[in-house]
C-alpha cells in the first residue's frame, strides 16, 4: 500500500476520508481486518463489502468500472479475481492504445 499518513491525519475520527497519491479514497476505520497501520480501508472495499453484506475473501479485487478512482457507487464496482482484474486493465489499455494509435479501430 503506498499511503503516508502523517501524524496528524492518525489522529482523524473514525469515518474520515483522505486521498492517497493515487487518487484513491481511504476511509478511517481502525478496526477493519484490512486497515493499514494508521487505521484506513480503501473506501471501494468497505462499499464492496456492505453491498456483499460480507468481508471480501483473499484475493478478490474491487475494479472501478468506469476507471474512476473516486466513484465508489456500488453500480460502478466489480468484484473479481485479480488474474481476471489483471487482464482486464491489460485489455483497457490496449484498447486505449488501439483507438488513439491505430486509427481508432477497435
Known sequence: NNMRVSHDKKRLPEGSIILDGHGYAYIKAKDHPSANSAGYVHEHRIVAEKVLGRRLKKGEHV?????????????????????????????????FQRLMFAGGEL
Open 63 to 95: 475494479h472501478h468500472i468506469n476507471s474512476d478512482k473516486r466513484d465508489c457507487r456500488n453500480e460502478n464496482l466489480l468484484i473479481c479475481t485479480s488474474s481476471y482484474h489483471h487482464w482486464l486493465h491489460s485489455r483497457m489499455s490496449f484498447l
